[in-house]
């Protein structure tokens, strides 16, 4: 079992950059298929970045891409989120997500953190 721990959020205006974290526990990080996830008031949660075990794949919404970049850290049991261009449309809680398999990377993962606001103001 795996606790994630995401952090970084926060209020930003638009045109501006954010970089959230997501620390995991544990020492098998590096065997897990790691995933960014946002939910916005009143809307259905929504995939936003993927990355393989080794982070030699990525995988991103058409929404974030060109944008957004994942990354990760496996020394340091860390997934990263860098958000640049920020846009009111990409106020949510953002949460990473943690799954075994790598199939359907853009669905349901096994293991979910608790989130962090980001606020992109007008």
């Known amino acids: 079992q795996v606790q994630l721990v995401e952090s970084g959020g926060g209020l930003v205006q638009a045109g501006g950059s954010l970089r959230l974290s997501c620390t995991a526990s544990g020492r098998t990080f590096s065997s897990y298929v790691m995933g960014w996830f946002r939910q916005a008031p009143g809307k259905e949660r929504e995939f936003v970045a993927a990355?393989?075990?080794?982070?030699?794949?990525?995988y991103y919404a058409d929404s974030v891409k060109g944008r957004f970049t994942i990354s990760r850290d496996n020394a340091k049991n860390t997934v990263y989120l860098q958000m640049n261009s920020l846009k009111p449309e990409d106020t949510a809680v953002y949460s990473c997500?943690?799954?075994?398999?790598?199939?359907?990377?853009?669905?349901?993962?096994?293991?979910w953190g608790q989130g962090t606001q980001v606020t992109v103001s007008s």
């Open positions: 997500a943690a799954k075994t398999k790598f199939v359907n990377i853009r669905g349901e993962y096994d293991y």
């Open positions: 990355i393989s075990r080794g982070g030699g794949s990525t």
